[in-house]
């Protein structure tokens, strides 16, 4: 069965960068596109992006300027670097896997996160 | 804003049915999947490919999608319902993601 856990600092300074990773277990990276997505405090999740198991990435455009995703496939591992944080970036993260096939194997049209971490809390003050 | 529309509360008696709603252009186009959060968790695909559920989903949950509205029916709601549900897909610029800005049921 396959688990995620996020893990990184719980406080980041304004002006600074945002590193969190996610450590996959239970099952291969490969194959997959690995998403993440935050939630801030008593708000709607926004997705930040994705990154397939060979490098490909694809970035929400509200945050595509600050944000960037890498894989470690020998760690089982993916990673998110989020620059100039300010307040605003005050959320719970939330890593997760991300799947374009049905049961069948049929491709979607759309992705859908079918494994999530636990999220991970990251504060944002001075 | 979300370019994915859902109402931002809905009620439902105990054991009664409910549809939670979710609308935007590329619904037109894209299926839908549904997520449950409940507080201080993170949340669980309960729907996805419009109407395709996990395996360990009950199947009082199920999906459906007409037009520009996709829908989350919960046939004889529990109390274990009550939860925050959102809807995803694709959005109508083409970009891989959206989030719907949420729905919290309150079964009564």
């Known amino acids: 069965q396959v688990q995620l856990r996020e893990s990184g600092p719980g406080l980041v300074k304004p002006s600074e960068t945002l590193s969190l990773t996610c450590s996959v277990s239970?099952?291969?990276?490969?194959?997959?596109?690995w998403s993440w997505i935050r939630q801030p405090p008593g708000k709607g999740l926004e997705w930040i992006g994705y990154?397939?198991?060979?490098?490909?990435?694809t970035y929400s455009p509200s945050l595509k300027s600050r944000v960037t995703i890498s894989v470690d496939t020998s760690k089982g591992q993916f990673s998110l670097r989020l620059t100039s944080v300010t307040a605003a970036d005050t959320a719970v993260y939330y890593c997760?896997?991300?799947?374009?096939?049905?049961?069948?194997?049929?491709?979607?049209?759309?992705?859908?996160?079918?494994?999530w971490g636990r999220g991970t809390t990251v504060t944002v003050s001075s | 804003s979300s370019e994915l529309t859902q109402d931002p509360a809905v009620s439902v008696a105990l054991g009664q049915t409910v549809r939670i709603t979710c609308q935007g252009d590329?619904?037109?186009?894209?299926?839908a999947n549904w997520y449950q959060q409940k507080p201080g968790q993170a949340p669980v695909l309960v729907i996805y490919?419009?109407?395709n559920r996990p395996s360990g989903i009950p199947d009082r949950f199920s999906g459906s999608s007409s037009g520009n509205t996709a829908s989350l029916t919960i046939t004889g709601a529990q109390a274990e319902d009550e939860a925050d549900y959102y809807c995803?897909?694709?959005?109508?610029?083409?970009?891989?993601?959206?989030f719907g800005g949420g729905t919290k049921l309150t079964v009564l």
């Open positions: 990154v397939y198991y060979s490098g490909p990435t």
């Open positions: 997760a896997r991300t799947n374009y096939y049905d049961s069948s194997g049929s491709r979607l049209h759309a992705s859908y996160m079918d494994v």
């Open positions: 590329s619904l037109r186009s894209y299926p």
């Open positions: 490919g419009t109407d």
């Open positions: 239970g099952d291969s990276i490969s194959d997959y596109y």
């Open positions: 995803n897909s694709r959005d109508s610029s083409g970009n891989p993601v959206a």
